[in-house]
């Protein structure tokens, strides 16, 4: 038997849970259980919820988990933990989602409902691209990127670890060899409009996007 793990069992995670199994589920062998720390609940969905503990332990031939939380500093926390357990990490794909040519499905990424990325796209680790959200040519994004629904990423876009973009945004395409950049650790709040490169740990909002000034 495999046992497939959803990792969080909140909102991102149910919306998560249906899409591998419409991967997974016709094998006879595979078993999908939410995974949470809290597991609040013995079933949502229909779906069985078990903690991490119960999940490295449950009897299975193999197992394999998706981090399907939002938060991109949750999720490098939990990848270590799930590595140290030696788990395996799966990448989970809606059926109505698109990837174009040479750009390669990275470990963990989650791909949502009509999320699309085009051609000649690099992605690290654990990505998630929510509802209608795209990334187009030529765009190099990091590990631990989350994009809401509905971000539109142009081309030539960099955007590094851990970088958080809100629903709605727009990236202005950058160009070869002069992309435009989100920094690490970076936020861009939902509907922003970014024209600019974006340091590495700050807040940007607003149409053009500018640096969110806390009073
Ligand atoms: N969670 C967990 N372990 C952690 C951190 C979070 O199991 O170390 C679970 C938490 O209990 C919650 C879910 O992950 O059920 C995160 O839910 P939240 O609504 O914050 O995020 P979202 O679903 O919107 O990504």
């Known amino acids: ?91 989970v794909k809606a059926r109505n989602c698109m990837v174009l040519d040479q750009s390669p499905v990275s470990e963990g990424m989650i791909l949502c409902g009509f999320a699309t990325i085009t051609s000649n796209v690099t992605i690290g680790h654990h990505f998630h691209g929510n509802i209608y959200s795209y990334v187009a040519h030529d765009s190099v994004i990091g590990d631990f990127v989350t994009f809401a629904p509905g971000v539109m990423c142009n081309g030539n876009v960099h955007i590094e670890d851990h970088a958080y973009i809100g629903a709605g945004a727009v990236l202005r395409q950058g160009k070869p060899g002069k992309p435009l950049i989100i920094g690490a650790g970076a936020i861009v709040g939902m509907g922003a409009v970014v024209t600019r490169d974006v340091p590495p740990g700050t807040t940007v909002i607003g149409n053009p996007a500018k640096p969110l000034v806390k009073d």
């Open 1 to 91: 038997m495999t046992l497939y793990g959803v990792y969080g069992a909140s909102g991102f995670g149910r919306e998560v849970m249906p899409l591998l199994y419409a991967q997974v589920g016709d094998n006879p062998d595979a078993h999908c259980v939410f995974v949470d720390d809290s597991a609040a609940q013995e079933t949502i969905n229909g779906h069985k919820c078990v903690t991490f503990e119960q999940f490295v332990n449950y009897p299975s031939t193999d197992r394999a988990i998706t981090l399907a939380i939002a938060d991109g500093n949750i999720r490098r926390k939990l990848a270590t933990k799930c590595k140290a357990a030696g788990l395996r990490f799966l990448s």
